[in-house]
Structures are given as structure tokens and as C-alpha cells.
């Protein structure tokens, strides 16, 4: 599998400029990942990976299109994982959404069983970096995120 390593350079340089305006003693945040997932079994077993990952903290979640979008309106993330289908509204409508936001640019990541090259391509249109199979690419997105977060932690020593 390969990483966009400038997808991965312009993250972290955004990283590093919200440490600069935001720390107060020197420290770099983790990762702050906001995970869309209806599923409780699903949402779980995703948030018990991501936790184990060091660098990385969920810093949100949400089951709905309306209520993702209300708390990424408060809670600042640096990745988006994004399942399409949820109990209300979609993943898709929520990525249009935060799309039409000039000062809202996470990774975007979707996650879902609907991986259909249509799915994939509408993703890419609306800035999905990274698309995911959860019935059977569930170690390729934890991997991601540990590159991701091995290469934020490069940039902290870097500063």
C-alpha cells in the first residue's frame, strides 16, 4: 500500500501551524480523529483500535449525517472516517457539506461495505483521500493511521 506522502507533508505542516497558534507548553496534540458510524458493534471494535495506536485519540463520534455535522462545527479533528450509509441522512451528503467549508480541510477517509467504484469516485469529488472496504480492509485503515501518526510524530521532533 502506498501513502500520499505530500497528502501526508501538507497534514503535517497543518498540524504543526495549529501547535504553534494553539500550544502553550511546547507539546503536540495527538491526531484527533472524528469517527461517523452508526453501528455500535462496528463503532466500538474502530474506536478500541484506533486507541491502541499511540499518537491518536478519537476525538469525536457521531451516528447521524446532522448531528456529525453540528459537533465538527466545535470539535476540531485532523482525520475524518465517514461510514456511507447512516441511521439518519449519509456519509456522502455530510462530505458535500463539510466540501462547501473553505477552512475545513481533514484527512478524509471513508469506511464502508458499500465499496463500489461510484461510492469511491462521488468520495473523491467531495476530497475523500482514502476509501475502505469495512467488511475486509479494516488492518489497511488502522495501518494508514499508524503511518499517519509515525509521520505527525516525525514532524513534532522535527520542531
Known sequence: MSFD???????CDSYM?????NSTNGSCPPLRIFLV???IEVRDLMIENLAMIPGVVVAGVSESEAD???QLNTI????LIVDIQLKKGNGINLLRQLSEKRD????KIICSNNATEVFRRVGRQYGVNHFYDKTS??????ELVKELSHAHSECRSRN
Not at 506522502?5 to 497534514?11: D, E, G, P, R, Y
Not at 476540531?76 to 482525520?79: E, G, L, S, V
Not at 475545513?104 to 484527512?107: K, N
Request: net charge negative.
Open 5 to 11: 506522502t505530500a497528502v501526508i507533508s501538507n497534514k
Open 17 to 21: 501551524n495549529d501547535v504553534k497558534n
Open 37 to 39: 458510524e452508526d453501528s
Open 68 to 70: 456529525a455535522l453540528d
Open 76 to 79: 476540531p479533528c485532523d482525520i
Open 104 to 107: 475545513y480541510d481533514p484527512l
Open 137 to 142: 480492509e479494516f488492518p489497511q485503515l488502522f
